[in-house]
């Protein structure tokens, strides 16, 4: 396996330090492989990648502060190309559902032998799924009693009434403070909800809200247009 020239970068994180021990005597003698970083919970994990720019990152799924499922959905938001192994010692089919449409591209239990764990990096590392035989057939049963579709679309993100109208608004170029008159909000109560929406969107401004609104149908200007003339 030592054909990688650059070592496959990693963040550990677990909450437990003697796993985290366990993770770094097995890899420090691999030389492809190097161990960058070690958190003990999810928004550790997220300042560690952010700081780091890791290849790879194995985390556990129940952590403190936030849990692995919750960390892993904002790690491929905002680092997609880094590549996810969930490391756990539950077995439960929501946690394993939960985890793979996070975005985990891996699934390796904590009494998983070394040559798992190595088997598991690199096959990420090539953008491979990769599930421990235990998990594997479990991933399986999932797909065959449709609890787990891999090829299934991400769910669209959901907007309150609220939220809904200051999103009309804004398409109708009322300004923040103008926005904050109409609904009887505080201008900053309007800006956190604009924030919001935002990274609901995914979007980075205001011309992002009108764009994604229109298309997605929760704006027609012709509409407004035509309200405007009356």
Known sequence: ???????????????????RDGFHTMLKKEEDIELVGEASDGIELLELVEKLKPDIVITDIKMPRMDGIQAVREIVKRFPDTGIIALTLYDEDNLIVDMLEAGARGYLAKTSAKEDLLEAIYSVHKRHSYYCNHTNARVLSLIAKNIYNPNKKPKPPEFNDRELEIIRLICAEKTSKEIATI??????????YRDKIQVKM??????????????????????SNSAAKK
């Open 1 to 19: 396996m030592g054909t990688i020239t650059t070592p496959i970068r990693i963040i550990v994180a677990d909450d437990h330090e003697l796993i």
């Open 183 to 192: 609904m009887g909000l505080s201008k900053r109560t309007v800006e956190g």
């Open 202 to 223: 995914e979007v980075k401004n205001l011309a992002g809200i009108v764009v994604y609104a229109v298309r997605k149908g929760l704006f027609d200007p012709h509409q």
